[in-house]
Structure formats: structure tokens, C-alpha cells
């Protein structure tokens, strides 16, 4: 039996790989590993037998056997701890890889994911204007550290790891802003992980989803 991952039956992002099953079906592609797809509706994954897995009632999950796990950078890990390609074998290297991947998450994420949730869900707050700038102060802030870090290099630490999966992945979603242009050698990090053929078929099974469910619904 495949794994399967649960992901939105009708994503917010219209296909454009934003929403954090991206990161599993990617990690899962990297590794060769076959995956089902459990598409959800909103009302779903808000019903107790979700939460039972789920207990925030978000996508994505993943299942395997008697395993059931959430939180995308949980789940990547586990992928990358279950097959060779994601984590070096080298101890430190490994280490220093896991490092990355919480830098993605805990450190360079939550500015970036501050700005999607005032450019969603505050625009009728009379600060909504007022926070932007704030914002951006800080996603500028940890951009500027992370391409001095990169540099000249392909990726963060040695060969491509999860950590820059969960890197790239949190990245993406400045794709269009000015903020990751101002920073040639990030957007060429990204153009370079994007490029990567296990990137491209999950890419393409994500945007699947929604180009099906609207030529289903004949949109
Ligand atoms: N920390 C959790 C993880 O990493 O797994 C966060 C999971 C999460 O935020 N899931 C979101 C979700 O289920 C979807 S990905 N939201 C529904 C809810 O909370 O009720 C976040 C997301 C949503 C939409 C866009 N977009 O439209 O661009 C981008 C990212």
C-alpha cells in the first residue's frame, strides 16, 4: 500500500503549489516513493474523524499502515529519515541539514506567512495598510541573512537536502513579490530547485487537482 497524504479538494492557491501539501508530495517524488491522494473539502477537515488525525483540522496528513502523522515539516522529515536522498548520511551534515529545516519553518517562514494572513484575512481591518510595511521590514530582514548565507552556492549546506525543500517551499510563496528579486542568487535557488524533475511531477499532480475539479465543474 502507498502512503496517502491529504490535501485541499479545491485549493485557495488555484494550483499555483503554495498549499503545504506541495512539500510532501515533493519530499515523496525525491525519494521515488509512490503516494494516494485523499482530497478534502473544507466542511471535512473540520469533522472530528479529521481531527482525530488532524487535530487543527488542516491539510496536509500522511498515512502509512498504522502510522498517521501531521505537520508538513514532521511529515517531510519522516520521508527523509525512511529513504536515502533527502538527509546526508554524514552525522554532522545530517545534523546540520535538520538545522535547516527549522530555520525554514521557525525562522524564515512566519513573517512570510504573517504577510499571506493580513493579505487574506485582514484586508477590512482599518491597519490592514499599516501592517505591510512592517511586514516586509521583516521578511526583507531575514532574506538579506539567507542570501548572504547562500551566497554563490547551489544550496544551503553541501548537497540539496530537505532543508532546502522546506526552504524553497517557504520561498515560493514571494513568488511575484519584488522582495525575493532584490536577492539574484534566492531567486536563482528557487529557479534551480524548481527545476528539478521531482519538483516538476509535483508541481504537476498539484495542479492536476484543480485543473480536473474545474473542468469537472466546467469552469
Ligand atoms: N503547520 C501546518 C503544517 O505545516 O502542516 C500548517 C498547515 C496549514 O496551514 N494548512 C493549511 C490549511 O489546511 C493549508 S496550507 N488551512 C485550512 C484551515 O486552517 O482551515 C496554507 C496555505 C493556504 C492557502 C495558500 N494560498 O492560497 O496561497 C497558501 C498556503
Redesign the pocket.
Known sequence: MNPIITA?ES???KG?G???DMRVRWALEEVGQPYDVRLLS?SE??EPAYRAIQP?????TYQDGTLTL????AIVFHIAEQHPGLLPVNPQARARAISWMFAA?NTVEPPIGER?INA?LERDKSWHEQRVPLIEERIRSRLSELSAHLGPADWLDGEFSAGDLLMVAVLM?LKGSKMLDEHPNLSAYVARSESRPAFQRAFAAQLAVFTNRNAHLGT
Open positions: 485541499f485549493s485557495p492557491d499555483r503554495l498549499a503545504r473544507f477537515m473540520k487543527f483540522g488542516q491539510i496536509p501531521f505537520e508538513s515539516g519553518l499571506g487574506l510563496r
